[in-house]
């Protein structure tokens, strides 16, 4: 009985001490550093914008009456075309490539490799050089019975591959390899048990893969492939060399008649600024609308309100 009660004054005590500690406020641990590093990169900011203002070289009257320029944007359709076609040809020669590197097949996954480590090895610069003169190394591109068949059909390779088409192909090719790598490991990480059962159910391999592991794949590679999208709109510029007007070389263009090489440049960087904002905004949306945990009220939600709604309206109907 003594010990009942020597128990009980002793717990009595501990709950006493613990509620005393969890009513003190906890005291944030001082870091001198952080204070010192605010200072330094508000020093930075500030002397960054006093350039932006006071320096006249930048001539921002210049640059406002250039911005919406129909040459400029001309230019920049051309790169919004370059990046949205080498990414669809990019991302749907991707797609072949990873499931031929996961095929039985011991030649589907030779080619695969070989595919992938060519492309990722040689640069886009010298890929589009290359397509551009492919003529050089092959006349004329024809289609019929090979071994000195007869020909079917033939085309002049200068006609066929413009700078246009040697663009595409070097930033598409390049693209495919690395989408290839990254749709690998995201169908990789989709569990194996999934297409187990999918098999007893009586699904094929080709309606597995479509309805089941594809879409798990493309949520775990959404970040990445939005990654690359916006490099690929920054590895367009390169088309400069092909001579092809794009954002950049219609920014060339004028100040090599005008003399104005600062202003042009910066309107180029505002656009690609802008382009590159938007296209985070919508691999941002799109990373929402493929999120884990959907409601059943998403589920009856047309895509392309779950694609553009506001982040606090998600929450509000979680939160119902």
């Known amino acids: 009985m003594a010990f009942r009660e020597t128990s009980t004054g002793t717990?009595?005590?501990s709950r006493e001490r613990s509620r005393s500690i969890h009513d003190v406020a906890p005291v944030p641990v001082r870091h001198p550093g952080h204070w010192i590093g605010a200072v330094v990169l508000f020093i930075c900011a500030a002397v960054f914008l006093e350039i932006l203002v006071t320096n006249q070289n930048l001539q921002w009257p210049v640059v406002a009456?250039?911005?919406?320029?129909p040459d400029i944007l001309e230019g920049l359709g051309r790169t919004i075309l370059l990046t949205l076609l080498s990414m669809v040809i990019g991302l749907a020669v991707g797609v072949v490539l990873a499931i031929m590197r996961l095929s039985a097949n011991r030649l589907f996954r030779v080619v695969s490799w070989g595919w992938i480590w060519f492309f990722r090895g040689v640069p886009p610069l010298v890929q589009m050089i290359f397509w551009y003169n492919f003529a050089l190394l092959m006349p004329e591109v024809s289609i019929g019975i090979p071994f000195g068949g007869p020909k079917l059909a033939a085309w002049d390779t200068n006609t066929l591959i413009s700078p246009f088409s040697a663009a595409i192909l070097g930033l598409a090719f390049t693209?495919?390899?690395?989408?290839?790598?990254?749709?690998?490991?995201g169908i990789q990480a989709v569990s194996g048990g999934q297409t187990e059962a999918a098999a007893t159910l009586g699904?094929?391999?080709?309606?597995?893969?479509?309805?089941?592991?594809?879409?798990q794949a493309?949520?775990?590679v959404i970040p990445p492939i939005g990654n690359d999208t916006i490099s690929m709109l920054k590895f367009t510029s390169l088309v400069s060399v092909l001579a092809l007007p794009d954002l950049l070389y219609s920014a060339q263009m004028i100040y090599a008649?005008?003399?104005?090489?600062?202003?042009?440049?910066v309107v180029a960087t505002l656009w690609y600024l802008v382009l590159t904002t938007v296209l985070t905004v919508l691999e941002h949306a799109v990373e929402r609308s493929f999120s884990v945990g959907e409601t059943s009220r998403r589920a009856h939600t047309p895509w392309w309100q779950r694609l553009f709604r506001r982040p606090f309206a998600r929450q509000r109907e979680q939160a119902a």
Not at 175 to 185: D, F, I, T, V
Not at 203 to 215: A, D, F, S
Not at 257 to 265: N, V
């Open 175 to 185: 693209e495919s390899a690395y989408a290839a790598e990254m749709l690998r490991a």
């Open 203 to 215: 699904m094929t391999q080709l309606q597995t893969l479509r309805r089941i592991v594809l879409p």
């Open 11 to 13: 717990n009595a005590a």
């Open 65 to 69: 009456s250039y911005l919406f320029s």
């Open 218 to 220: 493309l949520r775990i």
């Open 257 to 265: 008649r005008t003399y104005q090489t600062i202003p042009l440049l």
